[in-house]
């Protein structure tokens, strides 16, 4: 008969307070950041979390006595000053709520029920947001290939955040490489046997995410640090078999991994139905959601007429040829037209300006206008030569332009003629 690491009968007092402790800190996480764990839940939370907005500023002024008001709430960034309040703030209340825990129910012997439950939660928490992590890399989402004004644009003048998106948008293979890795890690969560080795990969793919995260500035550290904080907590029941296995190279028996029953058996069954359920109800809208947004504004989705960098060869300004000089600020040096219907000017002084670029292929028009001042706009009726050359006449109000483009071959670009070679005979490919 094998034997097995058994579930303890009497925990210590410092193991009860950490889990009553990281309890209450995971589900009020949870709570606070739903990230797509059950469908429809971040709907749901939206309206929930809505007083919250009152709360943590009120508790940011009055209680911190931070002088900034707070009025930027969770966006695209998650690392907003209220994220962090709400970490403070659940931190405490978990603090709080553990030292009340502990009085009132000090004579407990054990929680094995509760922490079984609470991994479970942990699993389910940490492999959703892998798979969403994963597909959004296999289906290459996430990280899109640099477009024609990120080729432009200098090392120099990205942000750490941009180098970090060209670098991994670059290469479809880490993409795909990294993707995997994420969706293994959440597929093996979902299972009991498989816990274990879901938990060590979440802690390297999560680590990997936090040190890109922490690293080049991405503004998702906290959500990132969380996964690894829970990939641990999913390992510590182990960690006495991990360091024998790893470090001491001393046998390490199989853990207790029997679920807990309920004692009516068709409650298992449901829970057993739901559990698949859900898991391949992740895995349709996951791939299908995905593809779909892939198709709409991702590498699938087609490519604007006008896509590409232009250099302008020739400028005229209300009849008057105006020469290329890098100290003009008004001419124009290139036309970069990107995929999701914005255009960028680059002037003669290296100084950009964003449009938003509306094309009419019937009419033969480009309507250019910025975010800022949508009523002022440049109109133009274009002519194409060739497969690389082109003329717009129009302009600006009063002002009459006349430009002749030439449009550049972006394969002349290194990071994209470069390719992969087996064979290097030289050590160093700068």
């Not at 603090?95 to 094995?112: E, F, M, P, T």
């Not at 058996?265 to 299908?288: E, F, G, H, Q």
């Not at 999701?340 to 033969?364: C, P």
């Not at 430009?403 to 972006?410: A, E, H, P, V, Y």
């Amino acid at each position: 008969m094998t034997e097995t690491t058994a579930n303890a009968l009497h925990w210590s007092a410092l193991q009860k307070i950490a889990l009553r402790f990281f309890l209450l800190l995971f589900i009020l996480y949870i709570f606070f950041n739903p990230n797509g764990v059950l469908p429809y839940a971040e709907v749901i939370a939206e309206y929930l979390i809505q007083p919250f907005h009152t709360i943590i500023p009120w508790l940011s002024k009055h209680l911190l006595n931070r002088a900034e008001p707070v009025t930027t709430f969770t966006n695209g960034s998650g690392d907003t000053t209220y994220d962090y309040l709400v970490i403070l703030f659940i931190t405490t209340l978990s603090a709080i709520g553990a030292l009340i825990w502990s009085v009132l129910d000090r004579k407990a012997r054990n929680y094995n029920k509760l922490f079984y439950w609470l991994c479970v939660i942990l699993r389910y928490y940490v492999g959703i947001t892998m798979l969403s992590y994963g597909f959004v890399k296999v289906i290459k989402l996430q990280f899109p290939a640099p477009s024609p004004g990120r080729l432009l644009q200098s090392f120099g003048n990205a942000s750490p955040m941009g180098l970090a998106w060209t670098y991994m948008g670059y290469s479809k293979g880490f993409n795909y490489f990294t993707g995997i890795a994420e969706v293994s890690c959440g597929l093996l969560l979902f299972f009991r046997k498989t816990t274990t080795l879901g938990a060590v990969l979440g802690l390297v793919v999560a680590g990997n995410i936090m040190a890109i995260n922490y690293c080049f500035d991405v503004p998702v550290k906290l959500l990132s640090t969380t996964l690894v904080a829970m990939s641990l907590f999913l390992l510590a029941k182990d960690a006495h078999r991990l360091i024998n296995f790893f470090f001491l190279n001393k046998t390490a028996p199989p853990s207790e991994i029997e679920p807990h029953r309920f004692r009516r058996k068709w409650k298992n069954i449901t829970l057993s139905a739901l559990k698949y359920v859900m898991l391949v109800y992740l895995l349709l809208t996951n791939i299908y959601g995905d593809i779909q947004a892939s198709a709409q504004y991702g590498e699938a989705a087609k490519k604007p007429h006008f896509y590409g960098i232009y250099d302008i060869h020739n400028y005229v300004l209300n009849k008057d040829t105006i020469a290329p000089l890098t100290t003009n600020t008004m001419r124009w040096r290139k036309l970069i037209v990107g995929s999701s219907g914005y255009a960028t000017v680059k002037k003669m002084n290296d100084s950009t300006q964003n449009y938003t670029f509306r094309e009419d292929l019937n009419a033969h028009t480009i309507v250019m206008f910025t975010d800022a001042d949508t009523s002022a706009k440049y109109t133009f009726k274009y002519s194409e030569f060739g497969k690389d050359s082109l003329v717009l006449k129009g302009g600006l109000g009063l002002d009459t332009l006349n430009i002749s483009l030439k449009k550049f071959d972006m394969k002349n670009f290194k990071l994209i003629n470069r390719g992969f070679h087996w064979v290097n005979e030289f050590p160093y490919n700068k």
